[in-house]
């Protein structure tokens, strides 16, 4: 006789308000184990994690806080869907555990009684004890489990207090105690029992939160909250980008390293080519964003667990009311000033699908840390260093101009994408103001490290194969004609020279050979076909290549040209030398072919295209859709270019 197949894992279902705690009592339960990801056909976040429960294998189901059963929301729709068991590869829970706030709890009650009204086996999960006693509360939890009818399990989740309790009840939800009569499903009347509850079990009500009614009277005062918005943002954006630089550079010196030391070890060719500049090079352009991802959302959540998020949001929203954005999109744009990965991965905080996705389309248009060596060598090289009214730099005028370029045309874009892609009425902005809290570094720390884990495979793997794809396209066909033609020049060398000057020759002809291979790759081949359509913006086929390398990161545009004019790749001697041979390029003609319309036209491109494979990449990732995706590639790049034409045909006419 066969055996019985083993039953699948116990699925426990964890419902809750938002700010109710559900998310602290999520990682108490499951700690690093969380699966992070988007339900089938939406951008709604996903979370579960396998636990074991006394023997028992347990798989625990983070759904999306919600304050009702019936959805005016994709995340509360995607609540009631997986409760229903009408979401593909998402069965539905065997047992439900209920997360509410005790502070609160009048506002939780009828939400209670929908869950217990499903007929599942259910308990309740209270949390915020502590703040409630400091608040004078007293509630009876013996009496709320009888009124109830379900497990009531007290909690302290940041301090562990009844985690072990409520780990004890998990594993048999099959003898949990269930109530004699489902709680009315009519609004008046569920009213009425949420109120008769309450008055049953709170012996005494919670009085106001003293220290939030203080702060909040400075924090959402007219004049006083809009200028500390103004500093905490300030600060905030300073921090993400000071603080992340360094440990970019480390990033990218470490990548650097081990090039040379895989280069070092493997033999010259192709194999030493692909590993050095496809493989490292490739991991090194996904794990450079990290610093930024990590820094951002550590101080998003501090401040989000802290109380000021929402503030913030409260703030901000009349003012982004007037593009058709709301409060919350503020930060996640802020935010795309040093990356737009992490910052259209902040949208997550924008509860309106419509409100998030316009976001999203508009936040590449902010210019990121990547545009600043682009913006760094044409300003050097065509900016003179002179000052304005006598004592303001025109270069950082210049570059100020850029950054503005872009908030104006995301302001024309958000309402134009409002009024015709994203059509419909503008969400309600509902935000509750929780009070203010001292966070749990541990909690933080684990929702960054979800964040971190998710962009490193999910976004991190599409980044490395675009990488690949460019170096590829960049390395063949290697011309046999250019590399014998070098060989015989270091032959020559090698008879004429000696020492130092033997080892300085050989490094400028290896740069030179690096050049002309570039040019004769397919990526080379790819720069003339297009270079009929980016002469009108008074591009050469160099520059239209170095755009097209650029792809994966922008950045890449300036050792590509160091590539191809025959500089090597990197540092500082090299960039001086770039500046000197841009100034001095020309057409067949004799003319110059980087003029300051030109330099212009160039800077104004980058300034609006979506030239980043991160970004297309997150993009994906955050609305669950390649259409979207690829909508944002194909806009930004058609408006790039329509803005670098008209800037390179005005400027020359003027010139």
Not at 313 to 327: H, I, K, N, S, T
């Amino acid at each position: 006789m066969s055996e019985a197949a083993a039953p699948g894992p116990l699925r426990l279902g964890l419902l809750g308000n938002p700010n109710s705690g559900k998310t602290t009592l999520f990682n108490a339960l499951t700690g690093l184990r969380a699966r992070v990801g988007n339900y089938p056909g939406v951008t709604v976040e996903r979370r579960e994690a396998d636990i074991d429960l006394d023997g028992r294998r347990a798989v625990v189901i983070d759904l999306p806080g919600t304050y009702s059963l019936e959805p005016l929301s994709e995340d509360e729709a995607i609540v009631s869907r997986v409760l229903a068991g009408d979401v593909a590869e998402v069965p539905p829970p065997d047992a439900l555990v209920v997360v509410a706030d005790a502070c609160s709890l009048e506002r939780s009650l009828a939400f209670v009684g929908d869950i217990v009204r499903r007929g599942l086996p259910t308990c309740l999960v209270l949390t915020m004890l502590d703040e409630l006693h400091a608040r004078g509360g007293r509630l009876d939890r013996e009496r709320l489990e009888a009124a109830l009818g379900i497990p009531v399990i007290e909690v302290i989740g940041h301090r562990g207090i009844g985690i072990d309790r409520l780990r004890a009840l998990l594993p048999a939800p099959e003898t949990w105690s269930t109530p004699p009569l489902p709680p009315p499903a009519e609004r008046d009347e569920r009213a009425r029992w949420a109120d008769s509850v309450l008055s049953h079990v709170l012996s005494t009500r919670p009085g106001r939160h003293r220290l939030t009614d203080a702060i909040d009277r400075v924090v959402l005062h007219p004049m006083l909250g809009v200028a500390l918005f103004v500093v905490v943002m300030t600060c905030f954006f300073q921090l993400i980008f000071a603080w992340a630089s360094p440990l970019m550079d480390a990033i990218d010196g470490g990548v650097a390293v081990l090039g040379e030391a895989a280069r070092a070890g493997l033999p010259p060719g192709l194999l030493a080519d692909f590993v050095v500049d496809g493989v490292i090079a490739g991991v090194g352009s996904v794990v450079i964003f990290l610093p930024q991802i990590v820094l951002l959302f550590a101080l998003l959540h501090l401040l989000e667990d802290v109380g000021y998020m929402a503030r913030a949001a409260f703030v901000v929203d009349r003012v982004m009311g007037w593009v058709g954005l709301e409060g919350r999109a503020f930060v996640a744009l802020l935010s795309s000033y040093a990356c737009a990965v992490p910052g259209i991965m902040a949208t997550r905080t924008i509860s309106d699908r419509r409100d998030r996705l316009l976001t999203i389309l508009v936040a590449p248009l902010m210019s990121c840390s990547a545009r600043l060596p682009v913006y760094a060598i044409l300003i050097a090289a065509f900016v003179p260093p002179a000052l304005v009214l006598g004592f303001v730099p025109l270069r950082g005028v210049v570059l100020g101009l850029l950054y503005l370029l872009g908030i104006v045309v995301a302001v024309i874009a958000a309402i134009v994408i409002r009024k015709t892609l994203v059509r419909g009425p503008t969400a309600d902005f509902v935000m509750e103001l929780p009070p203010y809290r001292v966070p749990s570094l541990r909690n933080v720390g684990l929702r960054v490290y979800d964040r971190s884990k998710d962009f490193a495979w999910k976004a991190g793997t599409i980044i490395f194969a675009m990488s690949i794809v460019v170096w590829a396209l960049g390395y063949f066909p290697r011309s046999s004609e250019v590399l014998d033609r070098y060989e015989s020049k270091r032959e020559e060398l090698a008879a004429n020279l000696e020492g130092d000057e033997l080892e300085e020759a050989r490094s400028r002809l290896d740069n030179e050979e690096r050049g002309a291979l570039l040019r004769a790759s397919a990526l080379g081949r790819m720069g003339r076909a297009i270079e009929p359509v980016v002469r009108p913006l008074g591009w050469d086929w160099r520059i239209g290549m170095a755009v097209l390398a650029a792809f994966p990161a922008r950045e890449v545009v300036v050792s590509t040209l160091g590539i191809v004019y025959d500089l090597g790749e990197e540092g500082a001697e090299q960039e001086e030398r770039l500046v000197t041979r841009i100034r001095n390029t020309k057409w067949p003609d004799g003319s110059r072919i980087f003029t300051v319309p030109v330099a212009l036209s160039l800077m104004v491109f980058f300034a609006l295209c979506c030239q980043c494979g991160a970004t297309v990449a997150t993009i994906r990732r955050e609305t669950n859709s390649w259409r979207w995706a690829i909508f944002a590639f194909t806009y930004l790049t058609v408006l790039a270019y329509v803005a670098a034409l008209l800037t390179y045909q005005v400027g020359t006419a003027l010139a």
